[in-house]
């Protein structure tokens, strides 16, 4: 995602996080945290530039959206090959590059709009602006998509689409798209390396989505 001769993201609608976020009323301490029990879906058979599928799945599977044609579990969770099949071809992901490059923060957006959801896309922004706006959607149970750079040796970007649904004092918790229901606990300062970017309009890139 450095090169633009390659190609380009469109990023008029990546946000800055305000100075000073406003404070809204936290979730009654008596509501159960659905954030505990949320389901990761996987892109496992699907290639690995399919983590924007997946996490799109997890967060429309959280928010209790979805297609009734599809086959469930007798939990009522549908299937995972099922429902990622559904999802990318509902929202027509991956997208960059005839899908090769994954999925674009626009497309991201377009398919939570789509799905009903009020989304925005921060990006650009300081570290600690932006684990200061996960925290703070976080504590009202909504997760957070987030772009993380894996940053192997011999790729300058290895990007993949995770969902943040827990934080603490040490710990930043995502649904990576490996594995069903994974679940990675990164340290906070790896974390925020993970989040930084060589192209700086794409570092600390999160998307937020709630019901109106």
Not at 40 to 50: D, L, P, R, T, Y
Not at 66 to 75: A, F, S, V
Not at 169 to 191: C, L, Q, R
Not at 203 to 208: A, L, N
């Amino acid at each position: 995602m450095i090169h633009s001769k390659t190609f380009e993201i469109d990023f008029t609608e990546a946000k800055a996080i305000p100075a000073l976020l406003e404070q809204p009323e936290s979730a009654p301490p008596s509501k159960t945290n659905r954030l505990h029990k949320i389901w990761g879906f996987s892109a496992e058979g699907f290639g690995e530039k399919a983590s924007g599928p997946a996490a799109l799945g997890t967060v429309l599977h959280f928010h209790e959206i979805g297609w009734n044609h599809l086959p469930k579990h007798q939990n009522g969770r549908p299937l995972n090959a099922e429902y990622l099949t559904e999802i990318i071809r509902w929202s027509a992901s991956p997208d960059l590059l005839s899908g090769s490059l994954g999925t674009s923060p626009s497309l991201m957006l377009h398919s939570l709009r789509k799905a009903g959801l009020n989304a925005s896309w921060y990006a650009g922004n300081p570290p600690e602006k932006t684990l200061e706006l996960i925290t703070q959607e976080l504590s009202l149970q909504r997760p957070v998509i987030v772009l993380i750079n894996h940053r192997l040796q011999g790729h300058p970007l290895l990007l993949e689409w995770q969902v943040i649904f827990k934080v603490d004092e040490e710990h930043i918790y995502t649904k990576h798209s490996a594995v069903e229901d994974g679940t990675h606990a990164t340290p906070a300062d790896e974390f925020v390396e993970m989040i930084l970017m060589e192209h700086p309009q794409l570092s600390c890139s999160i998307i937020t989505a709630c019901k109106d």
